[in-house]
């Protein structure tokens, strides 16, 4: 028998040790696949709830993104002692399954030197699936009744129509797009009049889904309403 020096012994001994460890680490075929069969289990029971909290996380984004965009008219207004407008554009939306047109993009509108209004923010697009719900925002609805006659002898005449050159079309190309406008006033109210004609508030109500639009009651939304005396804008969510 051949003698081994310490040397070559202590290799020789941990190199099996070595190879007992590496055996008892590896997982055999059926281990795997118990593993997986697990996590894919897991994976399907919270694929719903995780879907839902993404395109929630869409609407509050899309809401708090609009309503900040409110706040910031309304500063500018008072900074720079000139009416803000904000429009709301009514377009196509090409990521929707939608073909006709509705309200899914503002942008805010300010008086320069010559009196000529100039945007002063980018166009923003209202992103898939979220989208404005005209017949639950009195601010887009013109059929909730708008300024009356004894309100534009005073001054408020909101909310307003009218026609503008907007990167709407495909690529972003300029498409004459009609809007609805209020405005917010140097000294940071509106010129909304108290109520509509028929006695409701002014607010928005973005929505999320489709099936959201065709109801009068969704699930889940996000309310900004206006208050027109001194333009503050309060936040409703279900």
Same mark, same amino acid.
């Given at each position: 028998m051949?003698?081994?020096?310490?040397?070559?012994?202590?290799?020789?001994?941990?190199?099996?040790?070595?190879?007992?460890?590496?055996?008892?680490?590896?997982?055999?075929?059926?281990?795997?696949?118990?593993?997986?069969?697990?996590?894919?289990?897991l994976?399907?029971?919270?694929?719903?709830?995780?879907?839902?909290?993404?395109?929630?996380?869409t609407?509050? =984004?899309? %809401?708090?993104? !609009?309503?900040?965009q409110?706040?910031? #008219?309304?500063?500018?207004?008072?900074?720079? @002692?000139? &009416?803000v407008?904000?429009?709301?554009?009514?377009?196509?939306?090409?990521?929707?399954?939608?073909?006709?047109?509705?309200?899914?993009?503002?942008?805010?509108?300010?008086?320069?030197h010559?009196?000529d209004?100039?945007?002063?923010?980018q166009?923003?697009?209202?992103?898939?699936?979220?989208?404005?719900?005209?017949?639950?925002?009195?601010?887009?609805?013109?059929?909730?009744?708008?300024?009356?006659?004894?309100?534009?002898q005073?001054?408020?005449?909101?909310?307003?129509?009218?026609?503008?050159?907007?990167?709407? =079309?495909? %690529?972003?190309? !300029?498409?004459?797009?009609?809007?609805? #406008?209020?405005?917010?006033?140097?000294?940071? @109210?509106? &010129?909304?009049?108290?109520?509509?004609?028929?006695?409701?508030t002014?607010?928005?109500?973005?929505v999320?889904?489709?099936?959201?639009?065709?109801?009068?009651?969704?699930?889940?939304?996000?309310?900004?309403?206006?208050?027109?005396?001194?333009?503050q804008?309060?936040?409703?969510?279900?």
């Open positions: 051949k003698t081994l020096s310490p040397s070559q012994f202590r290799s020789r001994l941990f190199g099996q040790i070595g190879q007992v460890r590496r055996s008892r680490a590896a997982f055999s075929l059926i281990e795997l696949m118990v593993v997986l069969g697990v996590v894919a289990m994976l399907a029971l919270a694929a719903p709830n995780l879907f839902s909290l993404l395109t929630s996380n609407l509050t =984004g899309e %809401g708090t993104l !609009l309503r900040n409110l706040t910031l #008219a309304q500063q500018n207004a008072v900074s720079k @002692s000139a &009416d407008e904000i429009r709301f554009f009514k377009m196509e939306d090409q990521d929707a399954a939608r073909s006709e047109e509705t309200f899914s993009a503002y942008q805010l509108y300010q008086y320069n010559d009196g209004l100039e945007p002063i923010t166009y923003f697009r209202v992103r898939h699936p979220v989208a404005l719900h005209v017949q639950l925002s009195t601010l887009l609805n013109t059929g909730s009744g708008g300024a009356t006659k004894e309100d534009r005073y001054g408020f005449d909101s909310p307003r129509t009218g026609q503008a050159e907007v990167p709407s =079309g495909k %690529g972003g190309e !300029l498409k004459t797009s009609q809007y609805i #406008a209020f405005r917010f006033r140097p000294d940071g @109210s509106t &010129d909304l009049p108290h109520r509509t004609a028929n006695g409701d002014w607010y928005l109500t973005l999320q889904g489709e099936g959201a639009l065709n109801t009068k009651d969704p699930d889940n939304y996000f309310c900004l309403q206006v208050n027109p005396y001194n333009g804008v309060s936040e409703f969510r279900p």
